[in-house]
């Protein structure tokens, strides 16, 4: 049991996110209280079947209204616009945070917003494929880095409490600015999310076109498309906003496929060792 950080904490988008964190702020006795809100009443009223909350608000700013410490954990093209919103109202005692997988957008979205200081941007390295509240498990964060970005820009007590939500968690801590996290991230995560779906589409078409029975794939398939399951409201927004690094990423890539399959296609048997190796 760790010490009470938190009297009230507001979550706003209780999925596999907010609500792996909701668990574990209970299980450690970070918060006091845990109030949450969903765009789905059906997902609402199943968090609160979960316990995953202990109240939900109507509107994100009537959540935020009561809480001390406000978690945004919806997809990242919403909280570039409900984020200013928010910290707009925010009291000096408040603190806010993201959990976003980019962030040179949201960064750019709030710089100068009144509030800016009570905001911690966040960006746990821990996930599954999974969304919603029955998505939501303990322990997600343990041992996983949670990036924390251009904390220059926020209050030292704010970024002081963050960091002590996110140990409290398991989770160990790196700091950066918005632009390094999303070439990282790029890289780390978002790329192999477009390898996953486009491996899958390439199944998919082959099942349709070339009347591929797919059911006799093995494990490599299942393991390099499993995360071709994520919800396409998540990704899609996560790909448009790191479209330059990302981009990137996968020209990178595509230069290391190119030369897988110009040594298959010459029977170049060292060039293939050398790339395997
Ligand atoms: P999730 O399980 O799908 O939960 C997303 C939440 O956002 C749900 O509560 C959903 O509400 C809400 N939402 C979706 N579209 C919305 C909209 N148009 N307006 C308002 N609310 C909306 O997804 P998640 O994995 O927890 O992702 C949440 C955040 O965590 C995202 O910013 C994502 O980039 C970040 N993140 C995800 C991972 C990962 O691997 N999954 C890892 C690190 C960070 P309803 O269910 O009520 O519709």
């Known amino acids: 049991m760790s010490a009470e950080l ?4 507001g979550i706003v988008g ?14 450690y006795g970070l918060a006091r209280r845990i109030v949450g809100w969903n765009r789905t009443p059906a997902h609402a009223e199943r968090a609160l079947e979960l316990e995953l909350v202990d109240a939900i608000m109507p509107t994100p700013e009537a959540l935020a209204e009561v809480s001390d410490l ?7 093209n919403i909280l570039a616009e409900l984020l200013p919103r928010l910290l707009a109202k925010a009291r000096p005692d408040q603190v806010f945070i993201d959990v976003g997988s980019t962030k040179k957008a949201l960064a750019d979205a709030v710089a100068g917003c009144p509030g800016r200081d009570r905001f911690v941007l966040c960006h746990p390295m821990a996930g599954t494929e999974r969304s919603g509240p029955d998505a939501a498990v303990d322990n997600l964060f343990r041992g996983r880095f ?5 904390t220059a820009d926020s209050n030292p007590e704010a970024v002081a409490k963050v960091s002590a939500l996110w140990e409290g968690v398991g ?3 790196a700091t950066m600015d918005a632009e390094e996290h999303d070439r990282t991230a790029a890289l780390l995560s978002h790329m192999p999310h477009v390898l996953a779906y486009a491996l899958a589409r390439t199944i998919r078409v082959a099942e349709r076109d070339q009347a591929l029975n797919a059911r006799f794939a093995g494990g490599g398939l299942a393991s390099m498309t499993r995360i071709a399951h994520s919800p396409l409201s998540m990704w899609q927004p996560i790909f ?3 479209k330059v690094f990302l981009l990137e990423a996968i020209d990178t890539f595509s230069e290391h496929l190119a030369a897988f399959r110009r ?6 048997a060292e060039a293939l060792a050398k790339l395997m190796r």
């Open 263 to 268: 040594a298959i296609a010459e029977d170049d």
């Open 14 to 27: 209780i999925g596999l996110i907010g609500g792996s964190l909701a668990r574990d702020l209970r299980t």
């Open 6 to 9: 938190f009297g009230t904490v």
């Open 70 to 76: 406000v978690v945004l954990a919806v997809p990242v």
């Open 240 to 242: 448009r906003q790191n």
């Open 171 to 173: 989770s160990v801590l």
């Open 146 to 150: 949670t990036l924390l970005v251009d």
